[in-house]
């Protein structure tokens, strides 16, 4: 089993900058991905941005040039750095990994949520 802990939500102007976290633990073979969703009341979760540490990243249209996304293999944490923040990005942000295991392949996870706020 994998838990994904995030950290770094909150309340912040637009125009103004928030850095996310999410550190995966636990025991398995390695990690394939680790990225990031967000939900807002009503709509479906939507996928924000995804990486898999090793210089492929993929970011949705709405947040490319404003969000940078960061896997470091070494203490399996993927950072989210939102900047020029607008209130359309307000929502729960959701961690998500894709973990592999030698023996039975790769499994998807997702963290708690956190919320971000932005005030216009």
């Known amino acids: 089993q994998v838990q994904l802990v995030e950290s770094g939500g909150g309340l912040v102007q637009a125009g103004g900058s928030l850095r996310l976290s999410c550190t995966a633990s636990g025991t ?25 540490g090793v210089g492929i990243r993929n970011y949705a249209d709405s947040v490319r040039g404003r969000f940078t996304v960061s896997l470091h ?6 950072y989210l750095e939102m900047n020029n923040l607008e209130a359309e990005d307000t929502g729960v942000y959701y961690c998500s990994a894709n973990i592999y295991y030698f023996a039975t392949g790769s ?11 932005v005030s216009s």
């Open 28 to 52: 398995f073979f390695r990690i394939n991905t680790m990225g990031w969703y967000r939900q807002t009341p009503g709509n479906e979760r939507e996928f924000v941005a995804r990486t898999n």
């Open 107 to 117: 499994t998807d996870y997702w963290g708690q949520g956190t919320q971000v706020t």
């Open 73 to 78: 293999h070494a203490d399996n944490t993927v």
